[in-house]
């Protein structure tokens, strides 16, 4: 896939006579109910919850833009990693920065998004395991060492996305 590629991106594959979803669509709809459902809140830090997650549906699927992940929904052969949720929880945390918001719904956030398709952890230890151990003890096995390759692999094939 090249950069004019980004709009080959795929979230799921056809099911069921539904063709398959575009990554973009499926990012702007999550986003879009995720900013519905918290119209008018206000978080701790005093941020506008609603447009926190607004970013953080933008931001949860990003990993789903690797080529790995894109020959996986599309039950191609891969031998790398598809795994997708951590790569979008260091985007979203990214993008929650990079917009001011304050550092509880970063980790909200983030921890959200590590999470999406699974049970939510004690949130302290799982931050200390899962972020703080990898940066000082990087293994490549290691998702956020993955996530980091994966964002690597999506600039070069779809830079645009």
């Not at 056809?14 to 206000?42: F, I, Q, T």
């Not at 997708?84 to 956030?109: I, K, M, N, P």
Request: hydrophobic share 35%; charged share 30%.
């Amino acid at each position: 896939m090249t950069d004019g590629d980004a709009d080959r991106l795929i979230s799921h594959p056809a099911e069921e006579g539904r063709p398959e979803m575009p990554l973009s669509v499926h990012l702007d709809g999550v986003a879009e109910r995720a900013a519905d459902a918290l119209r008018k809140c206000v978080g701790a830090d005093g941020d506008d919850l609603s447009e926190a997650a607004r970013v953080i549906g933008l931001a949860h699927d990003f990993g789903k833009a690797s080529p790995a992940f894109q020959r996986h929904v599309r039950e191609e052969t891969t031998d790398e990693p598809t795994h997708h949720a951590r790569l979008g929880s260091l985007v979203a945390y990214h993008a929650l920065s990079q917009r001011g918001f304050g550092r509880e719904t970063r980790l909200a956030g983030a921890i959200a998004v590590a999470k999406h398709h699974g049970h939510l952890p004690d949130c302290p230890d799982y931050v200390r395991g899962a972020y703080a151990a990898a940066v000082s003890e990087a293994r490549p096995s290691d998702q956020t060492v993955q996530a980091v390759e994966q964002l690597e692999r999506i600039d070069e094939t779809a830079g645009e996305f």
